[in-house]
């Protein structure tokens, strides 16, 4: 008798789905009932789709932290690492070097005295001598992907090509990013 309940009911579901699904969907001709039926469809998908990110963002919260970390470690796509170039202007800093270094001590305060000089050395090949706390200052960063490492064999130094969001590609050292 329980297996007969259960049957009518999955028929009854089925039959109650199969209603909600109008049949002619591909006979309608008039452009209007297609367009409005589109946008029905449209709503429900992304009403579908909030309630899921809901859902989502609710798991994620109430998940155990620790078990959360492992399944994302063995599941992760690979995602190309992320560097920062610095930028003054809209020119990226391929390099820099200290040209000036003195440190001393005011005889009449007792206190320690920096002067520092840096060059900066441009995408372009032009250089530019700033003082420590200006450049400092001055400078910002962009994102870029890395394309691939490369590494000196004699130096042992190692480069990375990147990719800036807005599709430039330099070979930068890794002393100069981020």
């Given at each position: 008798m329980k297996k007969e309940n259960k049957k009518n009911k999955k028929v009854e579901e089925e039959k109650e789905i199969e209603s909600n699904i109008?049949?002619?969907?591909?006979?309608?001709?008039?452009?209007?009932k297609d367009v409005s039926l589109s946008d029905e469809i449209m709503r429900e998908i992304e009403d579908l789709k909030k309630e899921n990110k809901r859902v989502n963002d609710l798991l994620v919260q109430v998940a155990d932290k620790k078990q959360l970390a492992i399944y994302y470690q063995r599941n992760r796509e690979k995602v190309p690492?992320?560097?920062k170039l610095r930028t003054i202007g809209d020119k990226v800093i391929m390099g820099w070097?200290?040209?000036y270094d003195k440190?001393?001590?005011d005889p009449v305060t007792l206190r320690w005295r920096e002067k520092q000089t840096v060059e900066v050395l441009y995408e372009d090949g032009k250089s530019q001598q700033f003082a420590l706390l200006d450049y400092v200052k001055l400078y910002t960063h962009i994102e870029a992907d890395v394309?691939?490492?490369s590494t000196d064999t004699e130096t042992g130094?190692?480069?990375f090509?990147?990719?800036t969001r807005d599709g430039r590609e330099y070979v930068i050292g890794a002393e100069f990013v981020n």
């Amino acid at each position: 008798m329980k297996k007969e309940n259960k049957k009518n009911k999955k028929v009854e579901e089925e039959k109650e789905i199969e209603s909600n699904i109008p049949n002619d969907i591909d006979t309608q001709k008039e452009e209007g009932k297609d367009v409005s039926l589109s946008d029905e469809i449209m709503r429900e998908i992304e009403d579908l789709k909030k309630e899921n990110k809901r859902v989502n963002d609710l798991l994620v919260q109430v998940a155990d932290k620790k078990q959360l970390a492992i399944y994302y470690q063995r599941n992760r796509e690979k995602v190309p690492p992320v560097v920062k170039l610095r930028t003054i202007g809209d020119k990226v800093i391929m390099g820099w070097r200290t040209v000036y270094d003195k440190v001393d001590q005011d005889p009449v305060t007792l206190r320690w005295r920096e002067k520092q000089t840096v060059e900066v050395l441009y995408e372009d090949g032009k250089s530019q001598q700033f003082a420590l706390l200006d450049y400092v200052k001055l400078y910002t960063h962009i994102e870029a992907d890395v394309l691939s490492t490369s590494t000196d064999t004699e130096t042992g130094k190692i480069a990375f090509k990147v990719r800036t969001r807005d599709g430039r590609e330099y070979v930068i050292g890794a002393e100069f990013v981020n």
